[in-house]
């Protein structure tokens, strides 16, 4: 049972529901909006939805079904185990691997960190140009001008539409910021670890640019930091011996899992993992990308403590 999974999803239906995210459970609230929806009362014990909020049991396969039937698939899309759909239910299936392990041996989980890794190198591509594609979902918000004549606060009329990238799958879009000459050379086509020397890179110069490019970003490199560590861990490989991009991967695992301040020392480490790879590093950039991270992993209610646990038991305490 994927815990994160588990407690992701009861967020994100108590938003459908509710139309906004609530730190407590609510059962009350989301009771009296199931039922306003046609699901009996009797389907949703308050006991099970606690539960569910916790991450402690998954809902049954006929409430799955109701769910479904009233939410547009909301159950089956994030308590199925899925890379093609949805960036951050493909980084859910991360946290499966010692599970996967355990039960079906470990080629099966080798194989299934493997399916990560291509999953993200696939969903980027880079032309020689440094034009970078993504397969993502697009949205489009509405942009108004909020003065007229000197008066301010006033709307006047629709103007444009604002592109927001958001993490769902189902359309290839150019981004606008064009990757450098240096961040190009990173990406190997028929090389899936080469997206974390790319991501990182483009990541310190295209961050911001675009609104949702940063979630993106955050939630694909981590994906693949996570799977790379695993096979690395899996082959029993080191950081003195897993080369340039598997001792990056070990040194942003690090980083990413620590919630100290950074010191010289870390810095000093970063430099020594990474500079081949970024040149001189850019920390605020880097720092800000971790923290783009944890803010969206917010909403399995986890601190980062407790998900930095959950990460290490997955990725290096499956023997």
Avoid at 3 to 24: D, M, V, Y
Avoid at 213 to 235: G, H, K, P, Q
Wanted: with cysteine; aromatic share 8%.
């Amino acid at each position: 049972m994927n815990t994160l999974r588990i407690r992701i999803f009861t967020r994100l239906l108590q938003r459908s529901l509710l139309g906004e995210a609530k730190e407590n459970p609510c059962y009350r609230e989301v009771i009296g909006a199931l039922t306003d929806k046609g699901l009996p009362t009797s389907k949703l014990a308050a006991s099970s939805w606690n539960d569910w909020w916790h991450g402690k049991r998954s809902p049954n396969i006929s409430t799955r079904a109701e769910l479904n039937s009233i939410t547009n698939n909301l159950a089956t899309k994030w308590l199925e185990p899925c890379l093609v759909n949805n960036r951050l239910a493909c980084h859910l299936s991360c946290f499966d691997l010692a599970n996967i392990w355990q039960k079906h041996g470990q080629e099966k989980a080798i194989s299934r960190a493997w399916e990560i890794l291509q999953t993200v190198h696939q969903d980027w591509q880079v032309n020689i140009r440094g034009e970078v594609t993504i397969f993502n979902g697009m949205e489009r918000s509405p942009r108004e001008v909020m003065a007229i004549k000197g008066i301010p606060g006033k709307p006047l009329k629709l103007v444009s539409k604002k592109t927001i990238i958001n993490l769902d799958k189902n359309k290839h879009f150019r981004l606008l910021k064009n990757a450098n000459p240096l961040t190009v050379n990173h990406y190997e086509p028929l090389n899936p670890s080469s997206i974390i020397p790319f991501l990182l890179c483009y990541a310190l110069e295209a961050m911001h640019s675009e609104t949702g490019l940063d979630e993106t970003i955050s939630i694909d490199l981590t994906s693949a930091i996570y799977a790379c560590v695993f096979l690395l861990n899996a082959r029993q490989y080191t950081y003195s011996n897993s080369g340039a991009v598997g001792k990056a991967a070990f040194a942003l695992l690090d980083f990413w899992l620590n919630n100290n301040e950074v010191s010289e020392s870390d810095l000093w480490t970063l430099n020594h993992a990474l500079g081949d790879i970024t040149g001189e590093l850019e920390l605020d950039n880097l720092i800000a990308l971790r923290d783009t991270y944890r803010e969206v992993m917010k909403l399995s209610g986890l601190s980062v403590t407790e998900l930095g646990n959950l990460a290490t038991k997955n990725l290096t305490s499956f023997n």
